[in-house]
């Protein structure tokens, strides 16, 4: 790995915001431009040519794309008509791209055009240093769908609250009314979103296919660190919570503080040979919290697995060997006498199947039934409690997986780092 910063990373939700314009054109009276600032429905309910224009992202990555390995945002811009009958011609489209200022402003962006793909294949112009670019459409037929995607760079200003793009598309028909004798007739419709950057406490990014990157998702205390080596297309967020009791574990010191982290490539990347890790600076840790004694409580996410009441065991498509916990919730009723929300401890654990006990090392609780619906077992690991998980540096949490190391900062904050194979909740 390279670049590590002293930051953590968190998962983020990516929340796609979708604008939508549609257009008529041609009937009685349409000869001029339709009204671009009020959008009509779409579909029309009448049977008048018409199409539409929608723009959507990816909300709540990181501001800021600073130094050799940036962070990226991603448009898609979709233009459908549905006109039944007639087609629409010359479609061309203008994307304006400016950055929101939190002090007002519209600048044209700083943000970077990275790519741009088209399906049906249409040509392209770069973004200029006005922040615009423009596309040259086929032939819209009846039903047709032309897509975009523009892969950007976020914007380098501080001061950005997010990035905007506005979509203007145009096309000719050529219906002949009785108000305007010279057609063919332009009609234009936009659409219009905002990518929101992430607040202080969580960020995100897109991580493209095609580009073997060091990734860095930084909060205002920590970082999440991972390398793709471009072979999958996929997002990453984290999210810092700065006061959550309810992810402690028994027998551990707990942190108010926890790390959630949503990295979406997931095992097909990640292993013990390309590690996701974790820097976090720990601001005011319990008294009994120490940085060569700490210990990381990762919770990951989620897996389905099955119950059996005749051999008292979960059958898991994950191994459950050196896992600690594991607290289940359900789709239904959970298998008797099992609680959810309750953490029990993992024993008589292989590759594919696990029994859980009241007690660290306790007899397997005898299951009386399977239950109903799915089945979700939340794994938890203590990384730390073991010599062989503990690190002599923070570079070193990269070679032994999982593993932790945490140094003093100052009196009041402890820099922790920790390296593990899967997303999840880091303690």
């Known amino acids: 790995m390279k670049n590590l910063r002293t930051s953590s990373k968190t998962a983020l939700r990516v929340a796609a915001a979708l604008a939508v314009a549609c257009v008529f054109l041609g009937g009685a009276g349409t000869g001029a431009a339709d009204d671009i600032t009020n959008p009509s429905p779409c579909p029309s309910p009448d049977k008048s040519k018409r199409f539409c224009v929608t723009v959507s992202d990816s909300d709540n990555v990181f501001s800021r794309s600073l130094g050799a390995d940036p962070l990226y945002m991603d448009y898609t811009v979709t233009v459908k008509s549905t006109e039944t009958s007639r087609s629409l011609t010359h479609p061309s489209l203008r994307a304006t791209v400016v950055d929101l200022l939190t002090a ?11 790519s741009t793909t088209t399906n049906p294949a249409s040509s392209c112009t770069p973004l200029g240093a006005d922040g615009t ?14 897509v975009a995607r523009f892969l950007m760079t976020t914007s380098t200003r501080a001061q950005a609250s997010a990035t905007q793009m506005t979509a203007r598309v145009s096309v000719d028909e050529r219906e002949r009314d009785a108000t305007d004798p010279n057609d063919p007739n332009q009609e234009v419709r936009q659409a219009v979103n905002a990518t929101v950057y992430a607040a202080p406490n969580s960020g995100g990014t897109i991580v493209p296919a095609g580009i073997d990157q060091h990734f ?4 205002n205390l920590s970082s999440l660190e991972f390398e793709s080596d471009g072979t999958l297309g996929f997002s990453a967020f984290m999210t810092d919570l700065a006061n959550d009791p309810g992810r402690c574990f028994a027998g551990v010191s707990c942190l108010l503080q926890t790390s959630q982290s949503s990295v979406g490539a997931g095992g097909p990347l990640f292993g013990s040979t390309n590690p996701i890790q974790w820097i976090r600076q720990i601001v005011n840790p319990p008294d009994d919290v120490k940085a060569n004694t700490m210990k990381a409580i990762h919770r990951y996410d989620g897996i389905a697995v099955t119950a059996n009441a005749a051999t008292n065991t979960f059958a898991s498509p994950k191994s459950f060997v050196n896992i600690d ?3 289940f919730s359900t789709t239904g009723t959970l ?16 590759a594919t199947s696990f029994k859980v006990a009241s007690t660290m090392g306790g007899t397997a609780i005898d299951l009386t039934s399977v239950g109903t619906g799915t089945t979700t077992a939340e ?10 998980e503990r690190a002599k540096s923070c570079a ?12 003093n900062l100052s009196a009041t904050v402890i820099q922790e780092c920790v390296s593990d194979t899967e997303n999840g909740f880091m303690k």
């Open 216 to 219: 860095s998702v930084p909060t």
């Open 379 to 388: 794994r938890v690991r203590i990384i730390g409690d073991a010599n062989t």
């Open 104 to 114: 007002g402003g519209e600048p044209a962006t700083t943000a970077t055009l990275v």
């Open 396 to 407: 070193e949490t990269l070679a032994k997986v999982p593993s932790i190391f945490a140094t």
């Open 325 to 327: 916990g594991v607290r």
């Open 335 to 350: 298998p008797a006498p099992l609680q959810a929300g309750v953490d029990y401890f993992v024993v008589n654990a292989t």
């Open 133 to 146: 670019l423009s596309c040259t459409l086929p032939k819209l037929t009846p039903g047709a769908v032309w």
